[in-house]
């Protein structure tokens, strides 16, 4: 008999042999394919995703990384879709994973790294495209004329001025392989959240989240050097909603292999970041 049941935390040793199947942008250790069977936020909710079962085997995975946040003066849940696999001779029993949970209308879901298939059968679920362009600001990028911001690496030392919302994002991500700076001019400040990358086997910080898009698009190129220097990178990859439509001279644009999608009952494409994700939990 084949169901579908939330997955535990005793699933992993079962379910571990199906992520082989997965294609990844890198090799995942194992260790950190486990932390997407336990939480790793105080604000995420279980379940943690769904399996597929037949007798006492595991045939299908699919991981879910739901957590509450404060996004706009309104509390949302938001569901990053993650790892999602079935053994082959299973796979028409794969979509009955995604029912599980894809009925409840009042999540908002979003999938980064979808595959092709994926990409179908979750559009045919309401799904739109998330932007799908990034750009690229190579180090030596450099912006004329006075800035009137400066660049601050020492987030704890500004834990008067960051909101509440933004100071918890910090607690929340610091314990991962990640960056984090502001840029400040009196009590303005926008407050960036990166992670390390390879592009074409060279590293750049990935820009996951920014707390004041018109801030960063102003300020940034004035800075990529002096962050890319502090860092050892060869530049910044920026979602391209992130400029607020501006073009940043010497920036090279690159689209998504994987087009990120998304459905919400009440958020727009421009309030979905991608921290809470699978970037940090897996460490893409």
Not at 48 to 61: E, N, S, T
Not at 213 to 242: D, N, Q, S
């Amino acid at each position: 008999m084949i169901k579908v049941r939330a997955v535990t935390k005793d699933d992993f040793g079962k379910v571990y042999p199906l992520f082989n199947r997965i294609p990844a942008p890198m090799t995942i250790p194992e260790e950190t394919w486990g932390k997407l069977f336990s939480r790793q936020w105080d604000d995420q909710v279980e379940p943690l995703g769904f399996v597929l079962a037949k007798d006492h085997d595991i045939v299908g995975y699919i991981g879910l990384i739901a957590v509450k946040r404060d996004i706009r003066g309104q509390r949302s849940e938001l569901v990053d879709i993650s790892s999602w696999t079935v053994e082959k001779e299973y796979g028409g029993h794969a979509i009955r994973m995604l029912y599980a949970f894809l009925e409840d209308q009042s999540r908002t879901f979003i999938s980064f790294t979808p595959s092709k298939s994926a990409d179908r059968i979750l559009r045919h679920f309401g799904f739109q495209q998330l932007n799908a362009n990034l750009q690229i600001i190579p180090f030596w990028t450099m912006a004329l004329g006075p800035s009137g911001h400066e660049v601050i690496f020492d987030i704890e030392s500004q834990r008067s001025l960051l909101t509440k919302e933004d100071w918890k994002i910090y607690c929340d991500h610091r314990k991962f392989s990640s960056v984090h700076f502001m840029i400040k001019k009196g009590r303005s400040y926008c407050y960036v959240v990166a992670k390390r990358a390879l592009k074409k086997k060279l590293p750049f910080l990935h820009v996951h989240y920014v707390s004041d898009k018109e801030i960063f698009a102003r300020a940034i190129p004035k800075f990529t050097g002096m962050v890319c220097r502090r860092f050892k990178t060869w530049g910044l990859v920026v979602f391209e909603h992130y400029l607020e439509g501006q073009r940043v001279r010497g920036a090279i644009k690159m689209e998504m292999s994987s087009k990120p999608l998304f459905r919400s009952p009440n958020l727009q494409p421009g309030d979905i970041d991608s921290l809470y994700s699978e970037y940090f939990v897996l460490s893409f």
